[in-house]
C-alpha cells in the first residue's frame, strides 16, 4: 500500500517550452503532497508544498511564476516547468502523505527526469 | 533553519561488517528524524523514522539510529551489511510531522566483496 507514482519518468523537451509532471497517490487520498528537485549526486531540496483545493507555498527561491503547482484532488498533484530552460534540467520528486497511514511518514515518487536541450 | 549534515559523502564497507552512517541536525526544538534510501531507478524508501519516546529506533532491513539530542545526532547503524544495502543514504529533519522535508546530502554506500 501507500504508492505513489510519476509521469512520465523521463521526458525531454525544447528550451522555451512547459512540460507536465503529474503525481497520483494509487491507493490513498493525500491531502498534502511535496515537491522536490535533486540535482545530480546531490541532496533533494524542497520547492514546494501542495494542499489540495489551495494554492501551494512555495519555499524561498523557488519561482512559483516557473514552477505552477495544482493540487486539484485527493489523488492528484501536477508540476508544470513553464518556459523551460537547460537550467531547469534535474530529477523532479514528489511525496505524498497518508493520513490514514503511520504518522510523519511521506512516500515517494519514482521521479521523472527532465532534460532540456 | 533547520538544516542537516552528513559528513561522509562515499563510504566503502566489506560484505559482513558493521556500518555506521553519520547525520548531524541543526534545529531549534525537538525535531522529527527520518533515514531514508534511495536506490537507481526506485523512489526514497523509509528506513526508519523518530518523533519521541526511545531514542533508539529499529527501521526495515536490520536498520537502527540512535537520537542523541546532546550531540545532535541520528546516526544510523547496521551490525552486517549485505551487498544489496549499496545505495544512497539520505538522513532528513522536519520541523513537524506534516512538514517538507529538509535532507543532508546523502551518504553513497559501496559494499566491497
Known amino acids: 500500500g501507500a504508492v505513489v507514482s510519476q509521469h512520465p519518468s523521463w521526458v525531454i523537451c525544447k528550451s522555451g517550452t512547459s512540460v507536465k509532471i503529474e503525481c497520483r497517490s494509487l491507493?490513498?487520498?493525500?491531502?498534502?503532497m511535496f515537491w522536490y528537485r535533486q540535482f545530480p549526486k546531490q541532496s533533494l531540496m524542497l520547492m514546494a508544498t501542495s494542499n489540495e483545493g489551495s494554492k501551494a507555498t512555495y519555499e524561498q527561491g523557488v519561482e512559483k511564476d516557473k514552477f505552477l503547482i495544482n493540487h486539484a484532488s485527493l489523488t492528484l498533484s501536477t508540476l508544470t516547468v513553464t518556459s523551460a530552460h537547460p537550467e531547469d534540467s534535474s530529477f523532479y520528486i514528489c511525496s505524498a502523505t497518508n493520513p490514514g497511514g503511520p504518522v510523519y511518514e511521506q512516500y515517494f515518487g519514482p521521479g521523472t527526469r527532465l532534460t532540456v536541450t | 533553519a533547520q538544516s542537516v549534515t552528513q559528513p561522509d559523502i562515499h563510504i566503502t564497507v566489506s560484505e559482513g561488517a558493521s556500518l555506521e552512517l553519520r547525520c548531524n541536525y541543526s534545529y531549534g526544538a525537538t525535531p522529527y528524524l527520518f533515514w531514508y534510501v534511495q536506490s537507481p531507478g526506485q523512489g526514497l524508501q523509509l528506513l526508519l523514522k523518530?518523533?519521541?519516546?526511545?531514542?533508539l529506533v529499529q527501521g526495515i532491513k536490520g536498520f537502527e539510529a540512535e537520537f542523541k539530542r546532546s550531540q545532535s545526532s541520528f546516526n544510523l547503524r547496521k551490525p552486517s551489511v549485505h551487498w544489496s544495502d549499496a545505495a544512497e543514504y539520505f538522513c532528513a529533519v522536519a520541523g513537524g510531522g506534516a512538514d517538507g522535508l529538509t535532507f543532508g546530502k546523502g551518504t553513497h554506500l559501496i559494499i566491497q566483496p
Open positions: 523518530y518523533f519521541s519516546g526511545d531514542t
Open positions: 491507493d490513498f487520498q493525500a491531502t498534502t
